[in-house]
Every structure is written in structure tokens, then in C-alpha cells.
């Protein structure tokens, strides 16, 4: 067991996979010698070359693009977006191509690429640097989503998403970049089958009266919020995986509890809560005994950083939906 | 570092002596002369406290323009009133010239706003932080403007980092298919954060106008006199017909990226020495008293406005409150909005039931 932030897990991920395989290549702006605007990928352009940590030229629908190329070629590209907010160029290249080339080739070929993309608000940030854009690669089939929540799901989660040969987002928490966490490295092992699966959520608090399904910067803040609930009990749940989301293990804790409140930081509307609360109200709706209901970002583009307080999901407003259901 | 200036067009030497050039020139009355000198001095000062208040937390960040002031300035002053400027986060220079006022620029950095001014009072647009979006905006601009058959030009500012967008190669494109009145203003100031220009462009950035179809000329960017006589022409071209330009500017960013930076994990301290020689202000300074067009008193005088200047930036942005809450849902959209309502009153009604509690 090592301790470790959040950077210093990724990084410690990355090294791991590429020393497993050799077609593993790092590609983005600034990821070389500055070992990106967060470090996360320091000192690796050292240690493998140039030829493996390769800094990209300013144009995120060519690292993209370009990063297609080299998959169809044999390699297996991990992708820097600098910022959530710049992965827009690059949308196209990720949509119509990346998501969907293994469908258009009958399964000829794969699209192993990984797309690391640091998200989400509560750094005091400018615009752009701020938002959370899950919701629409979780809509667009062919890609897998993954968000870790701490440094050892980080740790073990981006070894996985770059051996898995579909293509994945994945969404780091930025603000949760420094939080620091236990790191077992060593099981982290040769066989990434043999941990955890990562596109299971966990229940990292269980609780009695309201399930919390929550991902990402939000599963520190719902666990906040379960430890200061003290008339409600909550059950907090790390969905992790937002493509696919498991409804198995998110669905037999709302049986037992019988109350869902679904937690993000981005947009209620058209948002991964609406996709959850549809399903559970399909699935679940006998073992419901309140309506699931959402605490997220308002519906209005990520606001200027003095008032971002306002918009993310905190604590109280958390406990309060709780109540809310109980109440209900 | 190979000095890439050889053939870009220079009127005022870093040791200040005034050169001819064949095809640029410039005259300016006394006053323009040192209208241009005080610009300068003024945008570094507000630069410069604009970095000491990000320092004292009372800015988020800050992305310094210094060493690129007269890139900035002799390229926006050489704008018609009429003209309309797309600039990055980093073009205090030109914010400056088109009249914003220095605390505005600083409402974005402060976190209270996502723009700070009025685009079409100052014919400005706002700090653009997508690199390259704003260049396409000028080119959709200046066509409005041809079809309008009016006369203004746009001016749209870039990095040397940018030349690799897709973005702005498109702009390039449809600046040329439609022969719209639009100059490209890209600062080569040699650094994308940490990448050098050669990993955006393995030819010399002006020389990339002519794939297009357009011309390029590439200017002393430390030479106020020189961008602003670039910038004349390739402005009067565009006013007259003729198309877009592209002119790179070459300078240097004397500062970090921004105030998250750490350029010394990058970029060697030398080059700074090096261009610490060609500094914009200095060599124009030298010419003006050489001269005999201003004098100490006169310097001493802009550096007291510059220290007066400074003084109220100080004073105001501590001013600055942020917005209200329910401010976030204003202007998200121009016309009646369901949602916009409906989520203002759930989230008044839940701040107002921590003041029910508090009561
Ligand atoms: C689309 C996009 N990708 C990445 C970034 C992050 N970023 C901000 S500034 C910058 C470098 C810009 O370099 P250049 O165009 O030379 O302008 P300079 O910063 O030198 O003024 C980068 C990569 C961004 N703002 N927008
Ligand atoms: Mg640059």
C-alpha cells in the first residue's frame, strides 16, 4: 500500500500499462516534457521516449483522428484532452468515427483508444475548464464511459480502460486530483480480470434508508453528506462506469432501501439522472416508495466561478433530497 | 535559437534607430508617436498588476501579454473606429485600444462574469478561449460585412499555437474562397504553453498564407512602428476588396502561459535574456528621445499615470462582487424560457429556506 493523489495514481496506472504492452502510446498537448497542464503525466516521456509520450500539436480532431489511424495500425492510443471544455473539436472524430468503426467494419477491427478527459467544476476556474459532458458520450453507442472516484479506482480503472478493445472516456475528476487515497499496487497484478470489474458500481457506504447513486467528484461529496445525515440513513453508490451503467447492483440497493436520489454535476436535463431514474422507474417501480429524484447542475452553462458554489451539488443540498424522499 | 527574423519587415532596430524597408513605411505626428509609447507603457502596467493581484488572490488567473505589447498595440491602432477585433485571452493590447476598460478585462479572470463588455460598443469581441474559434467569427464577420457592402475590416487575433486548428485553417479557407475583408493577426510569440512553434507548423507561419491563396508577411513583433505599417496595408487591402492577409507577428511571451504556468520546466532562461534585448517599450523609448519627440519629463509623466492606473485597478477589482445566484440564469437564453423560470424560483426557494432557518 502506497499513498498517493489522484495524478500520482493515473500516472502510476499509465507507467503500468505501458510497461504490460508495448503498443500502449500517450499522445495530447503538453504531455511531454511539461507532463501536462496537471502532471499527470509526468516523467513518462523520459522514461519511455519520445516515440511513446508524444506531445501533440494544438488540435484535438487531429489527436483524435490521427489516434484511429494508429489503433487500425495495431497501437493503442491514451488521449489527453486537456480540458473538458476542449474536447469539442475532437467530437466528431469521437462520434462518427471512433465510436462507430467497429460496427461499420463488422468487427474487422477495434478501436482500443482511450480518451482521458479531466472534468468537472470546483476549481475556480475560467470558462470551459469546468464542465461535465458525460451525458453526451454516455448517449452515443460504441463508447464506454468511465469516471474513478478515488485514487485507487483511478489506479486500477485506466489500466483496464486501456487494455479494454472497446473504445473509453475517461472522465477525471479534476478536483479530486489531489485528494489522496490508499494505492495497493500490488494487486494490481498482471491479470486486470482479477480485480475489481470495472464497469460494476460500488456500494462504498451502505446505508438503510435512501440509496445515493452518485459518480466522480460527486461520490466525496455524497459520502460527506452520508456521514452528516443523521436522521437518514444513505446507501452511497459509485455507479463508476456510466457506459454501461450497472442496474443490477445499483437496482438491488434501491430494493432494499426503496429511495433513489441520483447526484451529478452536470445539467438535470437530458442527463445521466434522467437515464437512471427512466430505468429504475421501469424496473423498480414496486419497490419504490418515492419518486428518484435528481440534485445536479442547473440547466444553464456552467457559470462564472464566484457563483459555482451555487450550481454544484453540495452536502446540504444533498441531505435535503434525502429528507425530501423520506419525507415524501 | 536560430533567429527567424531574417526578411521580416522592421522600421525601428532593438537599439531604437529607425531602418527603411522597401515596400513599408510610416509617418506619425509627434503625438501618435508618443500615443503609441503610452499605450504600451499603460497595458504593461495593468498587465503586470493583473498578475500581482492574481498573486493575492484576487484573481483566478491571469495570462500575461508581456513582451508582446507593441504586437498588440500597433496592430490595434492601426484599426479604423469601425473595425472589429476577435481577440484571445491574452490581447490586453488590444482590448486597451478598443476602449475597454481595464477592470472589465478583468471580470473574467476575477470570476464574476463570463465576458466583461459590450462586443458591439467597443467593436471588440470577448476574450475567446477556444483556440481558433474567434478566427472563423472574424471570416463570418467580414462576410457579413461584403455583403453589406460596407467598408469595415475585421481583425482577428491568434498564436502561434493555433495555426494548428482545424478552426483556423477553415477560416483560411473560407477567407479566401469568399475574398472576405479579414486580417489574420497571429502573434508568434514561439511557445503553445509548452510546445515550440515548429510543433504546429515546420515552415515559417506567414509562409502558410500562400497555400491559401492570400499573402503573408511576417513582421518584427517587438517593433510597434513596423506591425503597425504591416497592418495598415494588409487593412487597407481587405477595406479595398482585395482580400485577407496574413501577418505573423513575431515576438516572444516574456511571461509564463499563464499564472498556472511554470515555464522552467520547458523553456531555457536564455531565450529570455535574449529577448529581454529586443524589448518593444525599450527600443521606442530610445527613438522618441533620440528624437527629441519626448523627453524624461514625459516618461516620468505615463509612469505616474501607469502607477495611478495600477493604483485604482487595485482599489476597484476588490469592488468587483460577484453576481447574484439566480444571475445564472440569465441570458442563457434571448427569448422566454420554461426551464430558466422554473429552476430560478426551486433554487431561490431553497436559499431562502437556510434564511428561514437562520431567522
Ligand atoms: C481547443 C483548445 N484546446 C486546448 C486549449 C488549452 N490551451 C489554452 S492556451 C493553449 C496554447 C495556445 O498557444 P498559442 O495559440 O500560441 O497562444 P498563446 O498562448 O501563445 O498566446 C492551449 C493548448 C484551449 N484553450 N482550447
Ligand atoms: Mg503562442
Request: proline share 5%; with cysteine.
Amino acid at each position: 500500500m502506497t499513498t498517493l493523489n489522484m495524478v500520482k495514481a493515473i500516472n502510476a496506472g499509465l507507467r503500468k500499462a505501458m510497461e504490460r504492452d508495448p503498443k500502449v502510446i500517450l499522445f495530447g498537448e503538453d504531455i511531454g516534457r511539461l507532463g501536462g497542464v496537471f502532471r499527470v503525466t509526468d516523467g513518462l516521456q523520459k522514461d519511455f521516449g519520445e516515440h511513446r509520450v508524444l506531445d501533440a500539436p494544438l488540435a484535438e480532431s487531429g489527436i483524435v483522428g490521427t489516434a484511429v489511424g494508429l489503433a487500425m495500425r495495431g497501437y493503442r492510443p491514451v488521449l489527453e484532452i486537456q480540458f473538458d471544455g476542449f474536447v469539442y473539436p475532437g467530437f466528431d472524430q469521437i462520434v462518427s468515427q471512433v465510436a462507430k468503426f467497429h460496427r461499420r467494419m463488422d468487427g474487422a477491427l477495434a478501436m482500443p483508444i482511450t480518451i482521458r478527459i479531466p472534468y468537472g467544476g470546483g476549481i475556480g476556474a475560467v470558462e470551459h475548464h469546468s464542465e461535465s459532458p458525460e451525458a453526451y458520450f454516455a448517449h452515443t453507442a460504441g463508447l464506454r464511459v468511465l469516471t474513478p472516484a478515488d485514487p485507487q479506482a483511478a489506479y486500477l480503472t485506466i489500466q483496464q480502460a486501456i487494455a479494454c478493445n472497446d473504445p473509453v472516456i475517461y472522465f477525471e475528476p479534476k478536483r479530486r486530483y489531489w485528494d489522496k487515497g490508499e494505492v495497493d499496487e500490488s494487486q494490481l497484478a498482471l491479470d486486470l480480470k482479477a480485480v475489481a470489474d470495472p464497469w460494476r458500481a460500488r456500494i462504498v457506504r451502505s446505508g438503510t434508508d435512501v440509496t445515493v447513486a452518485c459518480y466522480g467528484p460527486m461520490v466525496r461529496t455524497c459520502l460527506e453528506a452520508a456521514q452528516a445525515s443523521t436522521d437518514v440513513s444513505l446507501e452511497v453508490v459509485d455507479l463508476q462506469s456510466l457506459s454501461p451503467i450497472d442496474y443490477e447492483t445499483l437496482g438491488s440497493s434501491v430494493e432494499r432501501t426503496s429511495r433513489l436520489v441520483v447526484v451529478h454535476e452536470a445539467p438535470m436535463s437530458g442527463g445521466i439522472g434522467a437515464e437512471i431514474a427512466a430505468r429504475i422507474g421501469e424496473k423498480y417501480f414496486y419497490a419504490l416508495e418515492a419518486p428518484v429524484t435528481r440534485i445536479t447542475g442547473f440547466d444553464v452553462p456552467y457559470p462564472a466561478s464566484r457563483i459555482e458554489e451555487y450550481f454544484l451539488p453540495d452536502l446540504d443540498r444533498v441531505i435535503d433530497a434525502a429528507e425530501r424522499v423520506m419525507r415524501f | 535559437m536560430v533567429d527567424e527574423r531574417v526578411g521580416a519587415v522592421q522600421l525601428l532596430t532593438p537599439e531604437g534607430q529607425r531602418v527603411s524597408h522597401p515596400e513599408y513605411d510610416i509617418n506619425l505626428s509627434d503625438a501618435e508617436f508618443r500615443g503609441l509609447y503610452r499605450d504600451m507603457v499603460l497595458v504593461r502596467r495593468i498587465d503586470t498588476e493583473a498578475t500581482a493581484l492574481q498573486r493575492q488572490g484576487e484573481l483566478g488567473l491571469w495570462a500575461p501579454c508581456l513582451g508582446q505589447e507593441a504586437a498588440q498595440v500597433g496592430s490595434a491602432r492601426a484599426m479604423a473606429p469601425n473595425d472589429f477585433a476577435f481577440p484571445t485571452f491574452r490581447e490586453h493590447g488590444v482590448t486597451w485600444c478598443r476602449g475597454v476598460a481595464p477592470l472589465d478585462m478583468l471580470a473574467m479572470l476575477r470570476g464574476v462574469s463570463n465576458g466583461g463588455w459590450d462586443p458591439n460598443v467597443h467593436r471588440c469581441g470577448p476574450y475567446s478561449i477556444v483556440i481558433g474559434a474567434q478566427v472563423l467569427h472574424g471570416v463570418g464577420y467580414a462576410m457579413g460585412v461584403q455583403f453589406d457592402g460596407a467598408e469595415d475590416v475585421a481583425v482577428t487575433y491568434f498564436g502561434d499555437g493555433a495555426m494548428a486548428q482545424g478552426d483556423v485553417n477553415e477560416a483560411f479557407v473560407f477567407a479566401a474562397s469568399f475574398s472576405a475583408p479579414v486580417v489574420f493577426f497571429c502573434q508568434n510569440n514561439q511557445w503553445a504553453i509548452s510546445q515550440p512553434r515548429d510543433r504546429q507548423s515546420n515552415i515559417q507561419i506567414y509562409e502558410r498564407a500562400a497555400g491559401f491563396g492570400f499573402p503573408g508577411v511576417q513582421v518584427d513583433g517587438n517593433d510597434v512602428l513596423a506591425v503597425m505599417a504591416v497592418t495598415r496595408v494588409a487593412l487597407d487591402r481587405a477595406r479595398t476588396g482585395n482580400g485577407p492577409t496574413l501577418i505573423e507577428a513575431f515576438t516572444y511571451r516574456m511571461g509564463a502561459h499563464t499564472t498556472s504556468d511554470d515555464p522552467t520546466r520547458y523553456r531555457l532562461a536564455g531565450e529570455l535574456e535574449t529577448w529581454r534585448l529586443r524589448d518593444p517599450i525599450q527600443r521606442l523609448q530610445v527613438y522618441l528621445s533620440r528624437q527629441g519627440i519626448a523627453d524624461r519629463s514625459y516618461f516620468d509623466q505615463i509612469e505616474q499615470e501607469g502607477d495611478e492606473l495600477a493604483e485604482r485597478i487595485r482599489d476597484d477589482v476588490r469592488a468587483m462582487v460577484p453576481p447574484t445566484p439566480e444571475s445564472m440564469f440569465e441570458h442563457v437564453y434571448a427569448e422566454p424560457h420554461a426551464r430558466m423560470d422554473e429552476q430560478r424560483s426551486e433554487m431561490l426557494e431553497y436559499l431562502s429556506s437556510f434564511e428561514d432557518a437562520a431567522g
